[in-house]
């Protein structure tokens, strides 16, 4: 009995400890990234100083690595939509959607920015070869207004590519 009761005591003293580290948020190293995601980082520094905004956080969810040309290389999606600049909230997002970049990795070396815009949202689409996205817009994509949103698709290869709105 005295030994399940210093159990259940270690439990208790135990179990908000634990709780604790769960909720504690990941931590975002950006040292782990290629030198092109580190450029896309300091260019939202940058951006936010020149708001004025006091320093930057980015969330752990800001770089997301993926194959996305099937080539077997790590490619990344850079999304702002969750970074922070202190003092100047709305310095990454507005109408249009949230700053989002991808990166891709090239058959000779390196990394290249192959698409950077302002993104509502996207889903990963099934397929063979390279990734297709479908990227949600600012409605005016489709000729329209801001809202509804506008759904575009495109297969991700080393070819940089824009979506242009229609005149």
């Known amino acids: 009995m005295k030994t399940w009761l210093l159990l259940v005591a270690a439990m208790t003293v135990a179990a908000p400890v634990a709780a604790k580290d769960a909720a504690k948020p990941a931590t975002f190293d950006e040292s782990a990234f290629p030198p092109e995601v580190r450029k896309s980082l300091q260019s939202a520094r940058d951006e936010c100083a020149k708001a004025e905004g006091e320093r930057v956080t980015f969330a ?84 329209g207004g801001g809202v509804p949103s506008c759904p575009k698709t495109h297969r991700i290869s080393a070819k940089p590519f824009a979506f242009k709105m229609p005149e």
């Open 60 to 143: 752990p969810d800001t770089v997301r690595k993926l194959d996305l040309t099937g080539d077997g290389r790590d490619d990344y999606f850079v999304s702002l939509r969750n970074v922070r600049c202190h003092g100047r909230e709305f310095v990454y997002c507005g109408t249009g959607g949230c700053e989002f970049k991808i990166i891709v990795a090239l058959k000779e070396g390196g990394h290249r920015t192959v698409f950077s815009d302002l993104v509502r949202g996207y889903d990963i689409l099934p397929g063979k070869g390279g990734k297709r996205i479908r990227f949600w817009l600012h409605g005016g994509y489709c000729g």
